[in-house]
């Protein structure tokens, strides 16, 4: 029987993360990963880092997390490939524009440089855009994008160098607890017993809650993302630009471009691992011509495919969940990247008893409440839906 002050599952970004900043303050930590590290889905994404939120915490949880980034090769001994290319969203003059206005006035307050734009600067920032369909768009050049394999291998060996212990290809298989506290968890290596429980598990924070009796608002999405063998400026890094006029979002990889449609599709108990969906690549194409003309002969090389966890507002659940020793950090609706290197200190300030600071939007009890209101710049659901009508497919996996 193994035993530690914090038990995290998952190592992810937002575990790895947590574990980092929590051996650092003296805690012992034992991060319990099914797979490899960074085997779920913070290796599968884009890599965007944004500050482009309309909430100021999240404005702020980003703004940590870039200037984690700025000087993450000098703290971690790891290069995250961090092209601070930026982040450019383009609309069609309509609600999408009005949204943006609100959250730019938001970012400005917090001391993030988003302009409003005109075509004419979109045209400049992305060489060959066709932007007849495009009014303009919300631009900070200081966002970008990493490797997130990297990111999150930094955290994972920072953690350990902390003192923290990573149990790979050790999964949770089931939670004992009495009263209102969690006794014991159950791996292949054997109990394990915690002062407290964090659950870090993305996706399948659901399934680990679920163990104990506890329900998380949290719907896992299957994401598809390609590499296209051509950019219109293949000796530049493109901003990550995401099209809410057409649904889609790409940016500079290489010589080519990684790209992706909006929309995801709703996985009922997510496996392990999903395969790249190519039905999706009719739309890829149709789009990504349509938005950048002079790559209608280009090439679709390969894919991959990854989960994102929303949420009903498209806000991560941080905070106590059910009994009084577990503690969630999940359902960041595809902003983990953005989010969970800036939100980890403070949640590892928590955990170890301190003050809740800039916390509250994302208790849990604020979908009974009310009281928080939806992240509006091109969260989960905006992922979700894309820009067409109807609602998303849902799959089986």
Not at 15 to 40: F, I, K, M, P, T
Request: proline share 6%; with cysteine; net charge negative.
């Amino acid at each position: 029987m193994k035993k530690c002050d914090v038990l995290i599952v998952g190592a992810g970004i937002a575990g790895c993360a947590v574990a980092y900043e929590l051996a650092g303050a003296g805690a012992s930590v034992v991060v319990a990963e099914r797979g490899a590290v960074c085997s779920g889905s913070s290796g599968l994404n884009a890599g965007g880092i944004r500050q482009q939120f309309s909430q100021e915490t999240s404005v702020r949880a980003g703004m940590e997390t870039v200037r984690r980034l700025v000087g993450f090769k000098e703290e971690f001994g790891v290069d995250p490939a961090f092209r601070q290319a930026g982040y450019l969203f383009l609309h069609d003059g309509a609600d999408s524009a009005r949204k943006l206005e609100r959250a730019v006035r938001v970012q400005n307050a917090c001391g993030v440089p988003t302009q409003m734009v005109g075509r004419d600067e979109v045209s400049r920032l992305v060489p060959g855009i066709n932007v007849v369909d495009v009014a303009g768009a919300a631009y900070n050049p200081t966002d970008g994008y990493v490797d997130p394999n990297s990111v999150v291998a930094g955290f994972a060996s920072g953690a350990r160098a902390r003192g923290a212990t990573i149990l790979q290809d050790n999964p949770v298989i089931a939670i004992e607890s009495r009263g209102t506290r969690v006794t014991g968890v159950i791996t292949p290596s054997g109990r394990l017993m915690a002062d407290i429980v964090v659950n870090a598990a993305g996706a399948w924070a659901p399934a680990v809650a679920a163990m104990y009796g506890g329900s998380l608002p949290i719907t896992a999405r299957r994401n598809d993302i390609f590499v296209i063998d051509r950019s219109p400026a293949p000796h530049d890094f493109l901003p990550l630009t995401i099209d809410l006029v057409t649904g889609l979002y790409f940016h500079s990889e290489g010589e080519g471009l990684v790209a992706g449609i909006a929309e995801s599709f709703v996985a009922v108990d997510p496996p392990d691992r999903v395969a790249v969906g190519s039905d999706v690549l009719p739309a890829l194409v149709d789009r990504i011509v349509h938005r950048l003309p002079e790559l209608a002969t280009a090439g679709v090389t390969h894919g991959w495919a990854g989960f994102i966890e929303t949420t009903p507002d498209d806000n991560p659940v941080v905070g106590w969940t059910h009994l009084d020793n577990v503690y969630t950090i999940a359902g960041f609706s595809g902003h983990g990247m953005c989010l969970a290197p800036g939100l980890a200190p403070l949640a590892a300030r928590e955990i170890r008893g301190g003050s809740p600071e800039h916390l509250e939007i994302y208790r849990l009890e604020r979908f009974e409440q009310g009281s928080v209101e939806a992240e509006t710049v091109w969260g989960g659901s905006g992922i979700a839906a894309g820009t067409g009508a109807g609602s998303p497919s849902i799959i089986k996996e």
